[in-house]
């Protein structure tokens, strides 16, 4: 089993930019596939990007491609979002999640995913 934390939440301004990070303990994160959601208030969870178990494929939400970046460091068994260019319409709570999966596959719906962190407010102001 894997426990998961998020930090690097906060308050920006519109067009800044912040890292996420994902930190696992308990087992390693080259054994899941992983992946950041986000909700915002009012509205349901949503999925934001995902990488398969080899970090070899990564996918993203369509709105999101292009600002967006995730990554991850098996060193410090940590997964990352770097968020560009940020906008009012992202915040939301962020959270970062595990999958027990098959590699090659990015696991994009969140009832696929085992293992929850338990998020980090990001708030973009304008």
């Known amino acids: 089993q894997v426990q998961l934390v998020e930090s690097g939440g906060g308050l920006v301004q519109t067009g800044g930019s912040l890292r996420l990070s994902c930190v696992a303990s308990?087992?390693?994160?080259?054994?899941?596939?992983m992946g950041w959601f986000r909700q915002a208030p009012g509205k349901e969870r949503e999925f934001v990007a995902g990488?398969?178990?080899?970090?070899?494929?990564?996918d993203y939400a369509d709105s999101l491609k292009g600002r967006f970046t995730i990554s991850r460091d098996n060193v410090k068994n940590t997964m990352y979002l770097q968020m560009n260019s940020l906008k009012a319409e992202d915040t939301a709570a962020y959270y970062c999640?595990?999958?027990?999966?098959?590699?090659?596959?990015?696991?994009?719906?969140?009832?696929?995913?085992?293992?929850w962190g338990q998020g980090t407010q990001v708030t973009v102001s304008s």
């Open positions: 308990g087992r390693t994160v080259s054994a899941y596939a």
């Open positions: 999640a595990a999958a027990i999966s098959s590699d090659g596959v990015v696991v994009t719906t969140d009832n696929d995913y085992n293992y």
């Open positions: 990488l398969s178990r080899s970090a070899f494929s990564t």
